[in-house]
Structures are given as structure tokens and as C-alpha cells.
């Protein structure tokens, strides 16, 4: 704190200099060992499983062999390959109907919104064995008899996933809406002309990059390892494959459990990175 600045400009440093004088340091030190013990406890409950698995995978001889026996074998990147491709298609059409109506209950009809919510909360409260029965029992029968044909059951498959993805995809997307002020840019794009598309897409979206990429992640992670609705839909996707090689093999269950643990960290390392960098952009200039 300088004497020559003037005595406003001095007052906030002397308070917050007497404010942090008068907190005691024994306490601090105290929170920050507790802070500590319970990051070592909650790292050593993640590693340590971890670890073991590796272990177990390494049993193999010769060494890696589980590794390269499940890299070599054709249906881990077959099952892989077609549940990404399932990903892709179920976080497209969760886009196409999340975003939309996440923006236009919080811009037009807030009073709806527990409703919306309560609505994307019912994949939690059915089971995916009951919602597959259901599906089953409506499209293996006339008129639409979607099951019947492997199109058909992949247009199921991603439908399900779908409502699977409801409740994570939603609240991403409601979060990143939240952040931003929709009703003013929204109303500003419309004094300038824009349609209802071009708000969505050039003025929205921008704003919701992070969110977006979280909900994609989420939906990925579900899609891959989930197993009940493509079992009995008869879809060679990643999980019923997981399933097969548990059954039939001891130490490639291990290695594959840790390939795909290292692509989901990956992708939440691509959501951090991508955030980081939205973050850390300027805002756009209001000036021509």
C-alpha cells in the first residue's frame, strides 16, 4: 500500500490487509492437511483398483500379450467401431431435440421448465430392460416392424439411446443456457434481422461449445459401455462384446476395461482443453 495513493483507494487495502491478519493461521494449516489427507484417500480409492487391474492383465505371458491379443482380435474394434458410430448418431439427434427446446422453454415458456426436467428424469426411473421390452413389443409388429431388419434395429438402438442420454444431455445444455444471457442476445439478433435459425446457430451455439461437449462425452460414455438394449436387440456393440470376451477369456477383460477407461479420460481431457481455450478467448468487439 503506497501513501501516495489517495486515502479511498488505500481504505479496501487496509481492511482486507487487517481482515487476513486476523484469521488464525493454525486453523488454515489445519484445513489444509484435512484438504490434503482426503485428496490422498480419494487417489488411492481411485488407483488402487486401478493398479490391480493392470496387474491382473499383465499376468499374461508373454508380457502385453492381453494387450495385443485383444487389439488383434477383429471384434474389439468392429464392436468399437459400431458403437461409435451409434455415439455419433445418438449425440446428432439429441442435439437436434435438446437444444431446441432447452432454449426456447428458457427464452419463451420458463414456467414449463420443472415439467422439461422432470420429463428428461424418466430414463432414471425405468429400467433399460424395460424400456427394450417396450420397444420390442411396439416395432416387431405390423404396421411398423422395425426390429425385423438390422436397419430398423439400429434406428431402435439409437432411439433408446436417446432417451437414455435425456438426462445428462438436457442438463448440459440447460447449464450452458444458463450462462449465458439468452433473452438479450436473442433480442438483439432480432433487431438486427436474424431469423430463429440463425440465431441458433451463429449466436446460441457459440456460447454453448463446453456444454455441448460435455453432454457429447457423456452420451459417449453411455453408448459404449451400456449392454441390456443392444443385447436384446441383438447389436454387436461394444458392451455385449465386453461381456462375451468376460465370459470366454481371464486376462483380456482386463486389458480392454483399461483401453476403453483411458479413451473416456481422454475425452474428459478434451472437454477440459476445449474449455480452457473458450475460456480464455477475448469477447467479440461491439465495434465494426
Same mark, same amino acid.
Given at each position: 500500500m503506497s501513501l501516495s495513493q489517495? !486515502?479511498?483507494? &488505500?481504505?479496501? @487495502?487496509a481492511f482486507e490487509t487487517i481482515q487476513s491478519s486476523g484469521r488464525p493461521r493454525g486453523r488454515r494449516r489445519v484445513g489444509s492437511v484435512w484438504a490434503w489427507v482426503i485428496f490422498l484417500l480419494g487417489a488411492i480409492y481411485f488407483l488402487v483398483p486401478l493398479?490391480?487391474?493392470f496387474e491382473f492383465s =499383465? &499376468? *499374461?505371458q508373454p508380457a502385453f500379450a492381453a494387450y495385443t491379443k485383444s487389439f488383434g482380435d477383429p471384434g474389439f474394434l468392429e464392436s468399437l467401431g459400431y458403437s461409435f458410430v451409434i455415439a455419433i448418431l445418438t449425440i446428432v439427434v439429441s442435439l437436434a431435440l435438446i437444444i431446441p427446446t432447452a432454449y426456447w422453454v428458457r427464452l419463451r415458456l420458463p414456467r414449463l421448465r420443472p415439467v422439461v426436467e422432470f420429463i428428461t428424469l424418466v430414463p432414471f426411473v425405468i429400467p433399460p430392460i424395460i424400456l427394450v421390452f417396450g420397444l420390442l413389443q411396439v416395432y416387431k409388429n405390423q404396421p411398423v416392424q422395425l426390429v425385423a431388419t438390422d436397419m430398423g434395429s439400429n434406428v431402435? /438402438?439409437?432411439? %433408446?439411446?436417446?432417451?437414455l442420454s435425456f438426462?445428462? =444431455?438436457? &442438463? *448440459?445444455? $440447460?447449464t450452458g /443456457?444458463? *450462462? !449465458? $444471457?439468452? #433473452?438479450? /442476445?436473442? @433480442? *438483439?439478433?432480432?433487431?438486427?434481422?436474424?431469423g430463429w435459425a440463425r440465431i441458433v446457430v451463429r449466436i446460441i451455439l457459440p456460447g454453448l461449445r463446453t456444454a455441448l461437449l460435455s453432454g457429447a462425452f457423456l452420451t459417449l460414455a453411455i453408448v459404449i459401455g451400456e449392454f441390456t438394449i443392444a443385447q436384446f436387440l441383438a447389436r454387436e456393440t461394444f458392451g455385449p462384446y465386453l461381456s462375451l470376451i468376460g465370459r470366454n477369456k481371464a486376462y483380456e477383460p482386463a486389458a480392454v476395461s483399461l483401453v476403453?477407461? %483411458?479413451l473416456t479420460w481422454l475425452a474428459m481431457g478434451m472437454i477440459a482443453i476445449v474449455g480452457r481455450s473458450n475460456r480464455g478467448r477475448p469477447p467479440a468487439?461491439?465495434? #465494426?
Open positions: 489517495p !486515502i479511498g483507494a &488505500r481504505v479496501p @487495502e493398479v490391480a487391474t =499383465m &499376468r *499374461a431402435v /438402438l439409437v432411439g %433408446a439411446y436417446v432417451i438426462p445428462y =444431455m438436457y &442438463r *448440459a445444455v $440447460d /443456457l444458463a *450462462a !449465458i $444471457d439468452v #433473452r438479450s /442476445l436473442t @433480442e *438483439a439478433a432480432q433487431s438486427l434481422g436474424a476403453t477407461f %483411458a468487439s461491439g465495434g #465494426r
